[in-house]
């Protein structure tokens, strides 16, 4: 039995595929026939062009994947490619969202890589198993919380009419285009260190960081109705549920706020992201994704045919996303000679999110990469974006690494 978040993304299916893509660089003896039959899913073997790029070559097939819908039932909501590349080959598993998170799609890609190398590895989620509920939302705690949810899902809903909302196209066309980003070595870490002496999360400096980095790529909105920025965030709910780890799909999701004029300071932002993202974790609004998920199902019928998406992006309005995960120890390791040397993912935009960042760390070395709908920033506001929020961290990384080794000295 699926539940509402998995439901809505089925739904958004149906307009353009919401798909990830989950990538491991894999060195070592791969067998690519044992990896088909364990992995249980179609799998195509691609090639780099000649004179092309490694990392454009993945690109070019992350985007392609991206776009590629599933068939529909019975066929499974997986599939795999392995690209082979400098002696080493990158395998790819593209996961159509309602079926699993990041946590999850991350031990079955492991798994897989496991079972290929015949070394004995945890089982991969159980499908099968409610998805969502409850418990995902920690103790529901009664008529109290529930109005809570839904005042704060009302005052977002009045509070993103005001949104900047972006478009250069048929809005109708959700086509992605998808690239890798480069981070420097030691930029976590400085990120980090920054984090840890403003106590705050390396999720608010990304959300204050990316923030500033629209503000100044957009200056005129200031003087525009939609004006302010809303940023959205996907957290893990494991935490809130005692049979998270076997779950394949434990998410809330909720936006923070950043008025003209607010990301001017930078460490005044950082504060003020801080302590929405403080708040929109407490355990009394933990789950207003979900009841909004509830809601958006429930009033889909009701809608014309053709204008879901229209609706959508006209009462939830995000300027940009981030999935930020940290996988756990082990997720991608224990698969006898094959070794993982770099791991990326490439998340979806969907019909509400015009520029997504999929950040992993703790499994390989950390990645970053951006999907964006085509019709969404115009291109020279999306580079001007791009080249700002990297900037940004890469400051702050370097300020957190000066701080830190002062404070070791």
Aim: hydrophobic share 40%; glycine share 10%.
């Amino acid at each position: 039995m699926l539940g509402p978040l998995q439901r809505l993304m089925l739904g958004w299916a149906e307009f353009h595929p919401y798909n990830a893509v989950d990538v491991a660089d894999v060195e070592g003896p791969l067998d690519v026939a044992r990896l088909a039959e364990v992995g249980d899913a179609p799998l195509s073997i691609e090639a780099e062009a000649p004179g092309e790029p490694p990392l454009a070559a993945l690109e070019r097939v992350a985007v392609r994947e991206l776009n590629a819908p599933f068939p529909p039932a019975p066929a499974g909501p997986f599939r795999l490619f392995v690209l082979p590349s400098g002696g080493m080959h990158r395998v790819g598993l593209v996961w159509d969202h309602w079926a699993a998170d990041g946590f999850s799609s991350a031990r079955r890609l492991g798994a897989l890589l496991a079972g290929s190398a015949g070394a004995p590895s945890f089982p991969s989620p159980d499908l099968t198993r409610r998805q969502e509920g409850p418990a995902a939302l920690g103790t529901v705690g009664g008529a109290a919380r529930i109005l809570g949810r839904v005042a704060g899902s009302v005052a977002d809903l009045i509070r993103m009419r005001r949104v900047l909302s972006p478009s250069c196209g048929a809005r109708d066309d959700l086509r992605v285009e998808a690239r890798i980003l480069p981070l420097p070595p030691g930029t976590i870490a400085g990120l980090l260190a920054a984090a840890r002496r403003r106590g705050v999360t390396l999720h608010d400096l990304l959300l204050a960081s990316l923030a500033r980095s629209i503000g100044e790529a957009t200056p005129g909105r200031v003087d525009r109705r939609r004006s302010q920025v809303a940023l959205g965030s996907v957290i893990d709910t494991r935490k809130y549920r005692p049979d998270g780890e076997r779950s394949s799909f434990a998410l809330d999701h909720f936006p923070v706020f950043v008025s003209p004029g607010e990301d001017r300071e930078f460490e005044s932002l950082v504060r003020r992201i801080a302590g929405q993202t403080r708040r929109r974790k407490a355990p009394g609004r933990t789950g207003q994704g979900e009841l909004e998920a509830l809601a958006a199902n429930a009033l889909r019928p009701l809608l014309r045919q053709g204008s879901e998406t229209a609706f959508l992006r006209r009462n939830y309005v995000l300027s940009a996303g981030i999935s930020n995960q940290r996988l756990p120890d082990g997720c991608l390791r224990s698969m006898g000679e094959l070794q993982v040397s770099g791991f990326r993912r490439f998340v979806p935009a969907g019909p509400v999110c015009p520029l997504a960042f999929g950040l992993v760390t703790g499994a390989a070395p950390a990645s970053l990469t951006v999907t964006w709908r085509r019709t969404g920033y115009p291109p020279e506001e999306r580079a001007a974006i791009l080249a700002g929020f990297l900037e940004r961290l890469c400051e702050v990384a370097a300020s957190g690494s000066v701080e830190d080794h002062d404070q070791k000295a």
